[in-house]
Structure formats: C-alpha cells, structure tokens
C-alpha cells in the first residue's frame, strides 16, 4: 500500500513555473515507477510524465516534452513535476500515481488525492 499526497499547487501567469511535489508513505518507494496525470474541466485525464523507480528512465507527453521535468528522491520519498513556460491549457488538477509497472500507457494502482494548477493568460 502507498500512500500519495501532492502540494506545490497554485495559480500563476502564462509562462511562470511551478514545481508539484508528491510525497509518499512507506519503505518500498525505490520499488515504484511514479507517475503525473492531470484532468481538466470537462476533459478526460491524461497522462502527463512517469519515471521510473531507479530514475533512470522517464517519459513524456508530447504535450509537455521541453517544458517539465518529472525527477525523484528515494531518501526523501518524493516525486517532483517542474513545469516551466505554464501555458492556459496546462489548467488542470494534477494527480500523483504510483505503479510497480513504469510505462506511459500504465494505469497506475496508487493515487494521491490532486492539486489544482491555474495557468492565467
């Protein structure tokens, strides 16, 4: 069992950054791919970025590649999304997830509870 809880959230100006945070329970947090998803208003959610419980390996949506950066701390047991150049339509409750499968078409077993990130044009 993990448990998931995203902070980091806000709302800023079109081309500002944020960075999400999701920290995680337990001992076995090296052993997990984690995950970013987000949803917005009207609209199915999406998978975001996923790295991989080593680090070594990350992926990305198309939508995002060059602007955020998933990476992890497996002292800290906790996931990072830095999201640089915020666009309107990245508007959206972001979700951490976590899996012990790592891939970008995974549903993920494990979710935190999401964090609003308000991008104004």
């Known amino acids: 069992q993990v448990q998931l809880v995203e902070s980091g959230g806000g709302l800023v100006q079109a081309g500002d950054s944020l960075r999400l945070s999701c920290a995680a329970s337990g001992r076995t947090f090296s052993s997990y791919a984690m995950y970013w998803f987000r949803q917005a208003p009207g609209k199915e959610r999406e998978f975001v970025a996923a790295?991989?419980?080593?680090?070594?390996?990350?992926t990305y949506a198309d939508s995002v590649k060059g602007r955020f950066r998933i990476s992890r701390d497996n002292v800290k047991n906790t996931v990072y999304l830095q999201m640089n150049n915020l666009k309107p339509e990245d508007t959206a409750v972001y979700y951490c997830?976590?899996?012990?499968?790592?891939?970008?078409?995974?549903?993920?077993?494990?979710w935190g509870q999401g964090t609003q990130v308000t991008a104004s044009s």
């Open positions: 790295i991989s419980g080593s680090a070594l390996s990350t």
């Open positions: 997830a976590a899996d012990s499968h790592f891939g970008s078409v995974i549903t993920p077993a494990y």
